[in-house]
Nanobody, 130 residues
Framework: QVQLAESGGGLVQAGDSLRLSCAAS????????MGWFRQTPGKERECVAA???????????TYGNSMKGRSTISRDNAKNTAYLQLDGLNPEDTAVYYC????????????????????WGQGTQVTVSS
């Protein structure tokens, strides 16, 4: 009941920055946790960052090891859009980046599990040249 559409990917040079966007439609109020994942053809999908709201309404962000310190996740509820800011990109960051949403609050460890998310976007390609 939730549709996600990513945008903002493209071809950039090493050291450049990108901001990926994820537009949500449908029953957006059911999205408690939002996550960004990336995947290359021969590799397992890995979590880049995630953001969720606890029962008390406090927002918390978590980051994967691969891009920790070089990525920032944010969410604009008024625009029904989530963002992933990527800085200091290098060729190893080349991948398809996916936006995901879960209906429930996910623990810090659970946020890295792809199976925990019910909704997924089509992905946006990020290619970093040396």
């Amino acid at each position: 009941q939730v549709q996600l559409a990513e945008s903002g990917g493209g071809l950039v040079q090493a050291g450049d920055s990108l901001r990926l966007s994820c537009a949500a439609s449908g029953r957006t109020l059911r999205t408690n946790t939002m996550g960004w994942f990336r995947q290359t053809p021969g590799k397992e999908r890995e979590c880049v960052a995630a953001i969720g709201w606890s029962a008390g309404g406090a927002a918390t962000s978590t980051y994967g090891n691969s891009m920790k310190g070089r990525s920032t996740i944010s969410r604009d509820n008024a625009k029904n859009t989530a963002y992933l800011q990527l800085d200091g990109l290098n060729p190893e960051d080349t991948a398809v980046y996916y936006c995901a949403a879960a209906e429930s609050w996910l623990s810090v460890s659970s946020r890295s599990w792809s199976s925990k998310y019910e909704y997924w976007g089509q992905g946006t390609q990020v290619t970093v040249s040396s």
